[in-house]
Structure formats: structure tokens, C-alpha cells
């Protein structure tokens, strides 16, 4: 079954403990993307990636890492997490120059304290 | 201030009624595209509208892209308490940009 995982759903943490938020497709899509959804503001994308070791910026990336080491991984790293990280976040993947066929991870749903 | 403007971002209506919802921007999309969000699960998409003026028809779901493809419709036909749930509006900018801009989106509640 075509799909992408991410763990953990569920996370509580404290502010300044690093976290890692992970995601995996099994597609063999090229691109992965991770958003973050706040209510009235909708979806908004942190970081993307077009391959292996390619990543870019979207547009809300600050205080937020990624790495592409596996076309299959995608891992969201929050290096030092604080209060305004706390979201619901969605990794997604899609095959290359398709963003209108974006497959979406369940989401993580982080709370900083 | 949102590139998609989505209202209303709320609805609330009893069951049979007919309801539209729309997105609206001042930029030009390649393609836009409509998304449902249930609880506790990622959105999951609806449609794909790609031609100014292209209509299409989900069962009792129509979608519209307008002439220009600036904005977009859904439109709901005899709503029914399945159709309750968030439904985002997410566009391309350019064919190949490789990424969405999405709506705030719309929670539907239809009452039994």
C-alpha cells in the first residue's frame, strides 16, 4: 500500500529539548515536503526536498532542520523546540513536478511547554 | 496576509441544504487543487482543476475553476453529515514549482 508513515503522531516535550520528527514514503518519490498546520492559517510549508542531499527552504523554516541521507527518509529536526513550534505537522511526498499529487503523512501533533 | 483566500472558514448547516465554498487569490495558479482533512489524519485530495473555466464533478461535489485561474469553487449538492470535515484549497504558481500554497481552509459541520 503506496503511503507515508511519520512518528511519533504524539509528542510533548519542554523547550530547548531536541526533538526529531520522522517520516518515510514508499513511493520512490523524488519529493518530500514537511508543513506545518495552525488554525486560520492553513498549511505551511517548512522545508522541501527534490532528491537525495537536495533540500530547500519553504516558507517558514526558521528553527527547523531537515537532512535527505535515503530518497525514502525525511527526517524534521527541531534542534532547540520552543512554544510557537507547537503545531500539527505533515510530511508529503510527490513524484517529480507533480506537487498537485501530493500524498500526506497522518501528522504529528507537538507540544512545547 | 494569505496568497489563498478561503471563505467562509467556517459552515455550519443542517443536512439537504446546498452550500458553496471559495477560494480566492489575486495571483495566477498552474493548477489548483481541493483537499478533505478528517480528524487526526493528513488531507487527502479531492480534485485537480488545471484549465481556466474547467468544471468538475465529484458525485454531489462540483468544482469550478474560474476563467482566469485566480480562484476556484466548491460547490456541495443535499449536503450530507459525511460531508462534514476541513476542506483546503491548495494552488501551483507555476507548472514544476514543485510545491503548494494553501488555503486557511473550511470547516464544514452539516447537522443531521
Known amino acids: 500500500e503506496a503511503q507515508v508513515t511519520q512518528n511519533p503522531r504524539y509528542l510533548i516535550t519542554v523547550t530547548g529539548k531536541k526533538l526529531t520528527v520522522t517520516c518515510s514514503q514508499n513511493?520512490?518519490?523524488?519529493?518530500m515536503s514537511w508543513y506545518r498546520q495552525d488554525p486560520g492559517l492553513g498549511l505551511r510549508q517548512i522545508y522541501y526536498?527534490?532528491?537525495?542531499?537536495?533540500?530547500d527552504k519553504g516558507d517558514v523554516p526558521e528553527g527547523y532542520k531537515v537532512s535527505r541521507k535515503e530518497k525514502r527518509n525525511f527526517p524534521l529536526i527541531l534542534e532547540s523546540p520552543s512554544p510557537n513550534q507547537t503545531s500539527l505537522y505533515f510530511c508529503?511526498?510527490?513524484?517529480?513536478?507533480?506537487?498537485?499529487?501530493?500524498?500526506f503523512g497522518p501528522g504529528t501533533r507537538l507540544t512545547v511547554l | 496576509t494569505q496568497l489563498l483566500e478561503q471563505s467562509p472558514q467556517f459552515l455550519s448547516i443542517q443536512e439537504g441544504e446546498n452550500l458553496t465554498v471559495y477560494c480566492n487569490s489575486s495571483s495566477v495558479f498552474s493548477s489548483l487543487q481541493w483537499y478533505r482533512q478528517e480528524p487526526g489524519e493528513g488531507p487527502v485530495l479531492l480534485v485537480t482543476v488545471v484549465t481556466g473555466g474547467e468544471v468538475k464533478k465529484l458525485k454531489r461535489l462540483t468544482f469550478q475553476f474560474g476563467d482566469a485561474r485566480k480562484d476556484s469553487s466548491l460547490h456541495i449538492t443535499a449536503a450530507q453529515p459525511g460531508d462534514t470535515g476541513l476542506y483546503l484549497c491548495?494552488?501551483?504558481?507555476?507548472?514544476?514549482?514543485?510545491?503548494?500554497?494553501f488555503g486557511q481552509g473550511t470547516r464544514l459541520t452539516i447537522n443531521p
Open positions: 491548495a494552488g501551483e504558481l507555476m507548472a514544476g514549482a514543485q510545491k503548494l500554497v
Open positions: 508529503a511526498s510527490f513524484p517529480g513536478g507533480r506537487a498537485d499529487t501530493q500524498y
Open positions: 526536498s527534490m532528491n537525495v542531499e537536495v533540500t
Open positions: 513511493m520512490n518519490h523524488e519529493y
